[in-house]
C-alpha cells in the first residue's frame, strides 16, 4: 500500500520550503508594485510634459533617452533640474533653450530610487511599438462653431462634466463669459491655448493635469477625450476672440463689490436711523416725566 507523504509545518525541510516561496511572493509582489507605482507615477506628474514615442510636447519625447543621455546624467536631471541649469550643466541649458525656457518643476518625490524606477519604465517603454505613454490623439478636424458652444458649456457649468468634476469656472475666470468673469483661485485661462502653443500640448495637459490641485480634482474624475476637444475649441476661440482685455473680469469684481458696499450701508442707513429716533424718543419722553415729577 503506498504512503503519502505530506509536509510538516515544522519539518526543517518544509520550513525552508516554504520560506523560499514566501520570499519569492514578497520579490515579485514588491517589484510588480515598483512597476506599477512608477507607471501611475509617470501618468500623473509626468504624462502632462513627456511622452514616450509620441513627440515633443511641452518637454522632449522621452523614447530612448537612455541611448542619447548617460544614465546618471538623466537620474540627476529627474531630481533636480533646476541645480543642473544653475550649475551651468551644457546639455541642461539647451534643453531649456529648446524648450522655449519652460523648466521643468523639481519634484521633492523624486527620489534616487524613485528616478531610477522611472528610467527603468521609460527604457522598458521606449522598447515598445507603441508605448501606453504615448499621449493623447489628438482630432485634427478643424474646431466647429458648435465645439465652441459645447466647450463654453462645459467652461461655465451649464453642462456638467460626464465623471462629476466641478466646472472650470469654479475655479477659472476667461473674459466675456459675463458676470464677475469665473473663479480667481485658479488663472485666468483667457490665453492658455497660446501659453500652450498648440491642441496637442494643451490636449495632453488636460488629459493628465501636472499641478497638486488639478491632480486632487481630475484624479478621480479625468475628462473624457469629447470634452477635451470641446475645451481646447472653447480656449482657442478665447484667445481669438479678445486675448488683450485682461482688466475687464477685475474691474467688473471692483466695481461689483463697490456697488455691493454702498448698498448695504444704505440699507443699514435706513433701518438704523429709525431705530435710533425711536430711542431718541422713549429717552426724552422718559425724562421729561421724571422732570415734571421732581417739580410736583
Known amino acids: ?165 466641478a466646472s472650470c469656472m469654479s475655479c477659472h475666470a476667461v473674459q466675456g463669459i459675463g458676470g464677475l468673469g469665473g473663479g480667481t483661485l485658479g488663472p485666468d485661462l483667457t490665453t492658455v491655448f497660446e501659453r500652450y502653443q498648440n491642441r496637442k500640448n494643451l490636449s495632453t495637459w488636460l488629459a493628465a493635469p501636472a499641478t497638486p490641485t488639478m491632480q486632487a480634482v481630475f484624479k478621480q474624475t479625468p475628462l473624457t477625450e469629447g470634452e477635451i476637444r470641446s475645451l481646447v475649441a472653447y480656449f482657442e476661440n478665447t484667445l481669438q476672440r479678445n486675448p488683450a482685455d485682461t482688466s475687464t473680469a477685475r474691474l467688473n469684481f471692483l466695481l461689483f463689490g463697490l456697488g455691493g458696499v454702498i448698498l448695504v450701508l444704505g440699507l443699514f442707513d435706513v433701518i438704523w436711523s429709525k431705530r435710533f429716533r425711536s430711542v431718541r424718543r422713549a429717552l426724552v419722553e422718559r425724562m421729561r416725566r421724571r422732570a415734571g415729577h421732581d417739580a410736583v
Open 1 to 165: 500500500m503506498p504512503s503519502h507523504r505530506t509536509c510538516s509545518n515544522f519539518h526543517p525541510r518544509c520550513v525552508i520550503l516554504h520560506a523560499l516561496l514566501a520570499a519569492a511572493a514578497v520579490l515579485l509582489l514588491s517589484e510588480y508594485g515598483a512597476a506599477q507605482d512608477a507607471a501611475t507615477f509617470f501618468r500623473q506628474n509626468c504624462m502632462s510634459c513627456h511622452s514616450i514615442g509620441g513627440g515633443p510636447l511641452t518637454g522632449p519625447d522621452l523614447k530612448d533617452v537612455h541611448k542619447r543621455r548617460e544614465k546618471e546624467w538623466t537620474l540627476s536631471f529627474m531630481m533636480d533640474p533646476k541645480a543642473m541649469i544653475d550649475k551651468g550643466d551644457a546639455t541642461a541649458r539647451q534643453l531649456l533653450q529648446e524648450f522655449r525656457g519652460v523648466m521643468m518643476p523639481t519634484l521633492p518625490t523624486v527620489t534616487r530610487a524613485r528616478a531610477e524606477e522611472l528610467y527603468a519604465l521609460i527604457e522598458k517603454e521606449s522598447a515598445l511599438e507603441a508605448s501606453e505613454f504615448k499621449g493623447v490623439q489628438v482630432d485634427d478636424r478643424p474646431f466647429t462653431a458648435a465645439d465652441v458652444a459645447a466647450g463654453r458649456k462645459l467652461f461655465n457649468g451649464d453642462v456638467r462634466l460626464s465623471n462629476g468634476a
